[in-house]
């Protein structure tokens, strides 16, 4: 059976989301912009912006994160992902799946985050939204 590469029913912020990184939300992650391609050469070449690879972003989420079940838990004592990374996964990936506009997302993940909920939540959600895009994961949600 092929894996599915998103979330088909998050919970999150009292709802159920279809959480998905699509190319484009791929491509913001890893350079911070969402520009034209055109527009991310001139950066890197005048500016010295240079993209982070995904896989390398990847680690970052989940360093610190060991299998329990179904999914992860995480221990950041170890963990090498920053607030701006895991906001942004989880802004990214409702907008991805198609579940909200940018302006929502952003409010949304706002809304959600430290100092209204810990940001262990949040880390727990991108996890599994960028292990769902980078390896899969089946119907059931077990990768």
Known sequence: M???TYLAA??????????????DQIMEI?????????????MQRYFG???????????HIMSGRVEQGEGSIGNPFRSGASMALISNVVRL???????????DARQLVADNAPPHCP????????????????VG????GNG
């Open 10 to 23: 998050q919970p999150f912020a009292g709802g159920t989301y279809r959480m998905e990184l699509g190319p």
């Open 49 to 59: 912006v240079k993209p982070m690879p995904i896989f390398e972003l990847f680690s």
């Open 93 to 103: 990936a409702l907008i991805g799946g198609g579940e909200c506009s940018p302006a």
């Open 30 to 42: 890893e350079t911070g912009m969402s520009r034209s391609f055109d527009h991310m050469v001139t």
């Open 137 to 140: 994961i089946d119907e059931f």
């Open 119 to 134: 940001l262990q939540e949040l880390w727990n959600i991108a996890a599994a939204v960028m292990y769902a895009t980078l």
């Open 2 to 4: 092929p894996k599915l």
